[in-house]
């Protein structure tokens, strides 16, 4: 009976969506198996939001490259673990991060959000939940360093607790990475490149620390 129930709630590539409501969000990232909480305040992103829990409960996560309306072409589907109503009339939603997608087109809703064509073809080992390798103290620990240098805490205790899927898509959406950076993280082709785009990201931002510290040190 549990596992009949559980089947209810995962995702198969069957059930992956062909259209799909956007939510543009600078500076956001939503790997898969990642979780991100949303405050959905905005009238077009309610309906949104109301629309998608009537059908696949899934929306796609996706950084504007601009300020002209433009879109990277890649984004995640989120699918909305849980949710809440407000006294003042927000939604507040719990996403769980599911396959990446390339967007094809979008057309501009009654309801003022964009719905879009996607293809996750290439993507479909996003839904595989084997467990990568991970140097998990050595990348724990750049981690570290790097929310240091930005004052910001880490909990380790936390971490220690998470699987090295979930480590990975955790504090890569955590970390105050830049937009591009982010965007080079979700665009990585699979788990490996993942891991040495995000160590080099971290490696280049503490050199650049350093490098900008030796100066007034020698001063």
Known sequence: MEDSIKKLFEVDSKKLPRSIPLFPLDNVLLL?????????????????TLD?????????????KNNNNELFQMGCIGKISSYIETPDYRLVLNLEGVCRFVLQERNLTPGGYYQATIDCNDYLLDLDSME???????????????????????????????????????????APFNKIDKQAILESPNIASRINTINSILDLNTFQVVSNKEPNQLN
């Open 32 to 48: 898969p198996f990642g979780k991100l909480p949303l405050n959905i305040f905005e009238e077009r992103y309610i309906k949104m």
């Open 132 to 174: 990568p390798h991970v140097d998990r103290s050595s990348l724990i620990q750049k981690y570290t360093n790097f929310f240091k240098m930005k004052k910001l805490d880490i909990d380790k205790e936390v971490l220690a607790e998470t699987s090295n899927l979930q480590l990975l898509s955790t504090l890569a959406m955590l």
């Open 52 to 64: 998608s829990l009537k059908t696949t409960r899934m929306i796609g996560i996706i950084q504007p």
